[in-house]
């Protein structure tokens, strides 16, 4: 069964940092593209950023060069650092698999919260 | 940047059939997946590559991709129907997501 847990979430200041972590089982984890979905309260899903296999990443552009993803393939975790933390960035973040070759999120996790305020 | 646009909400009556329409341009040109999101609850696929259906999802769910517009289509539409649901494709290597449509079972 495939399984996705995220931890990490907090209330943050703004302009501070936290990591995110979403431990991954029931699958071989090194041989798919994972990826950061968020939804802020009450508002639609957001894509953030995807990892490939080799390790390739891609971010939406309202947190590029702020966040980093990556991945442990030793570890099966798909890890959200997020730096320079803004209002905006409020918002319940769901790890998710991308699956096959169309490009779809196959299975979410439950979710983290993540409350920038002051 | 690329957008997709959904109705913010539709209405259906129990056993009747529910379209959400999902727009973008030159979507057809690209997979479109759905998402079905309860309450509290994390979304769920519904629909990928445009038609497919993942096991567990029952067949009253079917989409269509042709155009600028995908649409998902509920048959027979039940109480336990009543969700959010969301469109996304890709633009190159960015995901994008449709604006959501609330559907309500009257």
């Known amino acids: 069964e495939v399984q996705l847990v995220e931890t990490g979430g907090d209330l943050i200041q703004p302009g501070g940092s936290l990591r995110l972590s979403c431990a991954a089982s029931?699958?071989?984890?090194?041989?798919?593209?994972m990826s950061w979905v968020r939804q802020a309260p009450g508002k639609g899903l957001e894509w953030v950023s995807i990892?490939?296999?080799?390790?390739?990443?891609d971010y939406t552009d309202s947190v590029k060069g702020r966040f980093i993803i990556s991945r442990d393939n030793s570890k099966n975790i798909v890890s959200l650092q997020m730096n320079s933390l803004r209002a905006e960035d409020t918002a319940v973040y769901f790890c998710?698999?991308?699956?096959?070759?169309?490009?779809?999120?196959?299975?979410w996790g439950q979710g983290t919260l993540v409350t920038v305020s002051s | 940047s690329y957008e997709l646009t959904q109705p913010p909400s539709v209405s259906v009556s129990p056993g009747e059939t529910a379209s959400i329409s999902c727009s973008g341009d030159k979507l057809g040109e690209r997979f479109a997946s759905w998402y079905q999101q309860r309450p509290g609850q994390s979304p769920v696929l519904v629909i990928y590559r445009d038609t497919e259906r993942p096991s567990g999802i029952p067949e009253r769910f079917s989409g269509s991709n042709s155009g600028n517009t995908a649409t998902l289509t509920i048959s027979g539409t039940q109480a336990m129907d009543e969700a959010d649901y969301y469109c996304q494709a890709w633009d190159s290597s960015t995901g994008v997501f449709g604006t959501g449509t609330k559907v309500t079972v009257l």
């Open positions: 990892i490939y296999g080799d390790g390739t990443t």
């Open positions: 029931g699958f071989v984890f090194s041989s798919n593209y």
């Open positions: 998710a698999r991308v699956g096959g070759s169309g490009w779809y999120f196959d299975f």
